[in-house]
């Protein structure tokens, strides 16, 4: 026995371990972390299997990314899957500590290798139809205007037609340059485009041009309504709850090292 063994176990109780082989003398050769690791890695690829965004801390960063443990696995995001443009190493740093969402890109165990993505989480929880955003007008344009979504780098296209319900002669009428708007996400006749309205959002009319605040104010129960009538191929799903232990004992207590399999969320 391990010298110190005796604090952490007793006489009789069960542990979980995987057999790697044989001593010299003929004794099995047992190891508690690597059925931790096997575990965790088949975790890991379940949640990837979900295609869902997932929510993890960030734990510390170097010059080409920033790093995270998801199921007590080191995982990676790269400055370049970043919503944000990073300029500087302070940019990164500033990253430690914080929680992020981020999407499962890639899951290699032979080579040690989780890689993760910012944009595309970004994309999957903020660009479905139907997302009420806040953003701020950044360029006016003849036939609309750009609109800068959140603090983010990305932004969409409001279409003239999709700024109010009623005529506009002129975008610069009616928006202005930083002006702070909230618009939602429409179904975009271009691939790889983001089409926003708030022509959805007001609640009769050419109320936007009238009564901008009130339009905002009502953006949620407009949206909600906007949502209601969508095919239900476009609103957003939830994932599937992970089950919260490894194998369904009833009496947990009984294993020393049951906690281990309780992995970080």
């Not at 960063?61 to 790269?78: Q, S, Y």
């Not at 981020?102 to 903020?126: G, H, R, T």
């Not at 975008?171 to 930083?178: Q, T, Y």
Request: aromatic share 8%; hydrophobic share 40%.
């Amino acid at each position: 026995m391990v010298k110190g063994m005796s604090d952490v176990v007793e006489t009789g109780t069960i542990l979980f371990a995987e057999v790697l082989g044989r001593t010299l003398t003929g004794r099995p050769l047992l190891s508690s972390r690597r059925l931790f690791q096997r575990i965790a890695w088949h975790r890991l690829r379940q949640i990837k299997q979900l295609n869902e965004p997932i929510e993890v801390r960030i734990n510390e960063w170097n010059t080409k990314g920033l790093i995270t443990r998801i199921e007590g696995l080191r995982a990676f995001l790269p400055k370049a899957e970043l919503v944000k443009k990073v300029n500087s190493f302070t940019d990164l740093k500033e990253n430690v500590g914080h929680c992020i969402h981020v999407q499962i890109m890639e899951v290699d165990e032979d080579k040690n290798n989780v890689i993760l993505s910012e944009k595309e989480a970004w994309e999957k929880l903020y660009l479905q139809e139907g997302t009420l955003l806040e953003g701020t007008v950044k360029n006016i344009l003849p036939y609309g205007a750009q609109i800068r979504i959140g603090e983010t780098n990305r932004s969409g296209l409001l279409h003239v037609s999709n700024i109010t319900r009623a005529e506009v002669t002129s975008v610069s009428d009616v928006l202005f340059v930083d002006e702070k708007v909230k618009v939602l996400v429409v179904k975009s006749a271009f691939p790889n485009k983001i089409s926003l309205s708030i022509a959805e959002l007001e609640s009769e009319p050419g109320l936007f041009l009238s009564n901008k605040e009130r339009v905002f104010v009502e953006a949620d129960m407009m949206a909600k309504k906007y949502r209601e009538k969508l095919p239900h191929a476009f609103i957003t799903k939830g994932s599937e709850p992970l089950s919260k232990s490894a194998f369904p004992f009833e009496n947990q207590a009984l294993y020393a090292n049951w906690k281990w399999f309780k992995f970080e969320k």
